[in-house]
């Protein structure tokens, strides 16, 4: 069920978007999904090392985004 909602998104993504936009969009939306289940399922900590990285992983997404 999750690959057939993906795949979904994923086409309507990139009939909506740029491919260059829409694919920076997965990766960040990929980053924080895996983040969140990571936390919640996993009982991953989040640390100050972590938290760092998510936020300078969004803003390199930000600025390739932003012309």
């Known amino acids: 069920i999750f690959v057939a909602y ?6 309507l993504a990139f009939s909506k978007l ?3 936009v ?3 969009i997965i990766y960040i939306g990929s980053l924080a999904i895996a983040t969140i289940l ?7 900590s989040l ?3 972590n938290i ?3 936020i300078l992983a969004a803003l390199s997404i ?3 985004l932003w012309r």
């Open 18 to 20: 740029d491919v260059g």
């Open 52 to 54: 760092f990285g998510f």
């Open 38 to 44: 990571g936390v919640i399922f996993l009982k991953e």
């Open 22 to 24: 829409a694919t920076q």
């Open 6 to 11: 993906y795949t979904f998104f994923l086409f």
């Open 47 to 49: 640390n100050v090392y």
């Open 62 to 64: 930000f600025l390739l």
